[in-house]
């Protein structure tokens, strides 16, 4: 058996099923793991959400923000976005099946491997979080997306305040910062405090701020951290982390990451994308 971690699909059905050709993919030897963002930007996202889904146990997805603003347009409250690609869901027969697999995903997942640990998010985990902080706050979000109230919690989700933790914050506020922290964030201060505007790598983080995965003491620094979300930053592997969003959706490359024995035995296996959508 084989564990795959697979970065940002953005609707690229096409690429995905090349990519699972590349690696011989069987769902029933080999588990997958999607690092997030299955849908939007490209030209397939309901052909994605039923190819994954037809994998059953085989596969699991950590949510994304796009995954995530799927399901707020579909509850009302979130309007469809000028470079959206969500009408092929939306307007599908099967759309309350493909939903409801959607929202009973998880938003963090562990995977506790030859004495090692894997943590898997979409974006980031704050600096002050341990793995089991993590997973902690990870189950009160699903318990938010998974209850009977879902549609409340979607108007309600949106917003980047509060900006930094606070194990005292309640309701819709202690959601808004989970939410954030595992599927917007890229950059804060050493206390924690998220900065949303920023995405170009290369250009630097803004000043005060830095990577998540760069704050000094982070509390998850011993385990590997697993993350999509970041296509400028694109792959990256350290015993600590590995970046996976490579691009996919914007022409650059879909990859998948395949853990051997432990987080620290990884190879990275690579298809070429057409280009879906010109950033900006």
Partial sequence: MALYLIGDLQGCDEPLQRLLDKIDFSPSRDRLIVLGDLVNRGPASAKVLRRVQRFGDAAQSVLGNHDLHLLGVAHRARKVGRKDTLAAVLDAPDRDAMLDWLRHQHVALRHDIGGGTLLTVHAGV???WTVEDTMRLAGEL???LQGPDVAEFFRTMYGNDPAQWNESLTGAARLRVIVNALTRM?????????????????????????PWFDVPGRKTSTATVAFGHWSTLGWLSRPDLISTDTGCVWGGCLSAVRIGATPQERELIQVKCPQAQKPG
């Fill in 126 to 128: 704050l600096p002050q």
């Fill in 142 to 144: 699903e318990s938010a």
């Fill in 186 to 210: 890229r950059y804060c201060t050493a206390s924690g405090v998220m900065e949303f505007e920023s995405k170009d790598a290369e250009a630097g983080a803004p000043e005060g701020f830095m």
